[in-house]
């Protein structure tokens, strides 16, 4: 299929040092992943008991730095769309997205992103393609009308979920409320779609373990799922629920937090 990036042809070396060392194999699956349920809010209680829902929103945060919100005001019809969208644009041929050719051409140099050049093994490859790019670089997309609607109607409710989140979060941490309105903006604010092509290899790394170094990061996951953090030294991972958004606290935000620099 002419769309998927060439994974095997690129770090064949790799795989092939990989499987020809068993130790590797063995490593990968000494790692488990536990089934748990992160903790669920439901953001239609802040107009009957806010004061409730937003301590537990700032608990889910001090104890998980993850947690699932529903009734989070993006539209599921919204949601859909924008999966449908991702489909077209990840299934364009690999020699036009390696080259931002078509939707890729007016964005921002590396917008589309796939592997890792400098992996020296397999556990610093993320076997997944990605296009990364600013709010602000959804205006440019002329020649696109759809897939831009529906980019600037996403980018409108995220923006404005992650305000709502975060001044509840600052509120009960006793920080100053607006500070995400004074230094947050759709020029540092970013989207990012994730694909992940089918791996001959079993355990391999979808997304390297990594953490998230920005303020908020608001999730979708699809019903296939995948997603899975990390909680008391194990991996947990996050089963997918269709009405729900998952939000990880960034680093930034616990740096801010920590040292009231709100």
Known sequence: ?????????????????????????????????????????DLGRLSVEREECMREIAEAAREWG???????????????????DQK????????????????FSTL???????????????????????LHFYVTDISKMDQHET??????????????????????LACKLNAKSNYFREHCWPKSSFIRLNRYPPCPISKMHG??????????????????????LMKDGKWVAVKPNPHALVVNIGDLFQVKSQHHLF
């Open 1 to 41: 299929m002419d769309y998927e990036p060439p994974f095997l042809e690129t770090y064949k070396s790799l795989v092939q040092k990989h499987l020809g060392d068993s130790r590797n194999n063995n490593d990968y699956c000494s790692s488990t992943v536990e089934r748990c349920d992160i903790p669920l809010i």
């Open 66 to 84: 993850f947690f699932q919100v529903v009734n989070h005001g993006i539209p599921q019809e919204l949601l859909k769309s924008m999966q449908i």
């Open 88 to 103: 077209k644009v990840f299934y364009q041929p690999f020699v036009n997205k390696s080259t931002q050719q078509a939707i």
């Open 108 to 130: 921002s140099a590396k917008a589309y992103r796939w592997g890792n050049p400098f992996a020296t093994n397999l556990r610093q490859l993320s076997w997944s393609e990605a």
């Open 147 to 168: 897939l831009r609607s529906n980019l600037e109607g996403f980018a409108t409710s995220m923006f404005s979920l992650a305000q709502s989140l975060s001044e509840i």
């Open 207 to 228: 997304l390297i373990p990594h953490c998230d170094t920005s303020f908020l990061t608001i999730v979708h996951q699809d019903h296939v799922g995948g997603l899975q």
